[in-house]
């Protein structure tokens, strides 16, 4: 799972810890855009690929969505839409909104469509807090709001934090990188199989809410 080593979630992971925006209570992650066509592609099949845009995109940010709120996820409502669908030749949906509560209290919206065209800036994540919030822009950097930060009022408090020569800039490269000095080294590795099954829980949930119009819990 590379989004879970993407460099704006891992430093935000990190902050997150250092109790630099008090206890979270809530988390946004959103990624919106086109993708293009594609005709006879497996990867648009329902059965093939397991779903629409949810599955195959919606899984990554489920992951990230997780990290940040940092808890077991125990309730799920979700709507799709598949208004653009047939554009793409896609089966399944082209739009998902979900919302989700975990069980330290923390709630979660995560949004995420291939049927968007031309959206804009729009940030990847935003985490707030009790004592403050962090926001990735989308472009290599991480905005931080906190009364943490000395000398600055809490309305006014901003810590930016440019990613561009992070060591995870590239998320694939990292995510390889750990994978080989796991089979290396051994231990214990962060790309677990059972992590991977809670994002496929969370994500079948939401079809299961889609369908039926109704919050479903966790574990199913």
């Given at each position: 799972?590379?989004?879970?080593?993407?460099?704006?979630?891992?430093?935000?992971?990190?902050?997150?810890?250092?109790?630099?925006?008090?206890?979270?209570?809530?988390?946004?992650?959103?990624?919106?855009?086109?993708?293009?066509?594609?005709?006879?592609?497996?990867?648009f099949q329902r059965d093939?690929?397991?779903?629409?845009?949810?599955?195959?995109?919606?899984?990554?940010?489920?992951?990230?969505?997780?990290?940040?709120?940092?808890?077991?996820?125990?309730?799920?409502?979700?709507?799709?839409?598949?208004?653009?669908?047939?554009?793409?030749?896609?089966?399944?949906?082209?739009?998902?909104?979900?919302?989700?509560?975990?069980?330290?209290?923390?709630?979660?919206?995560?949004?995420?469509?291939?049927?968007?065209?031309?959206?804009?800036?729009?940030?990847?994540?935003?985490?707030?807090?009790?004592?403050?919030?962090?926001?990735?822009?989308?472009?290599?950097?991480l905005l931080v709001y906190?009364?943490?930060?000395?000398?600055?009022?809490?309305?006014?408090?901003?810590?930016?934090?440019?990613?561009?020569?992070?060591?995870?800039?590239?998320?694939?490269?990292?995510?390889?990188?750990?994978?080989?000095?796991?089979?290396?080294?051994?231990?214990?590795?962060?790309?677990?199989?059972?992590?991977?099954?809670?994002?496929?829980?969370?994500?079948?949930?939401?079809?299961?809410?889609?369908?039926?119009?109704?919050?479903?819990?966790?574990?199913?």
């Amino acid at each position: 799972e590379n989004y879970q080593f993407m460099s704006d979630g891992t430093e935000a992971s990190r902050l997150i810890a250092s109790g630099l925006i008090g206890e979270v209570f809530m988390v946004r992650v959103h990624e919106l855009w086109r993708i293009g066509p594609w005709p006879g592609s497996w990867w648009f099949q329902r059965d093939a690929a397991g779903g629409g845009n949810l599955m195959s995109l919606g899984t990554h940010l489920v992951r990230t969505l997780r990290a940040l709120a940092g808890g077991q996820a125990e309730q799920v409502f979700a709507l799709f839409s598949d208004r653009v669908s047939p554009e793409l030749y896609l089966e399944g949906e082209d739009t998902s909104l979900l919302a989700v509560r975990f069980d330290n209290g923390v709630i979660g919206n995560l949004v995420t469509s291939w049927a968007t065209r031309n959206p804009g800036p729009s940030p990847r994540f935003a985490v707030y807090g009790t004592d403050g919030s962090i926001i990735s822009d989308g472009n290599d950097t991480l905005l931080v709001y906190s009364r943490g930060i000395e000398g600055v009022q809490p309305t006014e408090a901003e810590m930016r934090i440019d990613l561009a020569r992070h060591p995870n800039r590239d998320a694939f490269a990292a995510e390889c990188r750990e994978f080989v000095r796991w089979v290396q080294t051994g231990g214990d590795s962060p790309i677990k199989g059972e992590e991977g099954r809670k994002d496929l829980e969370i994500v079948e949930a939401a079809y299961r809410s889609a369908s039926s119009g109704e919050a479903v819990r966790l574990p199913l």
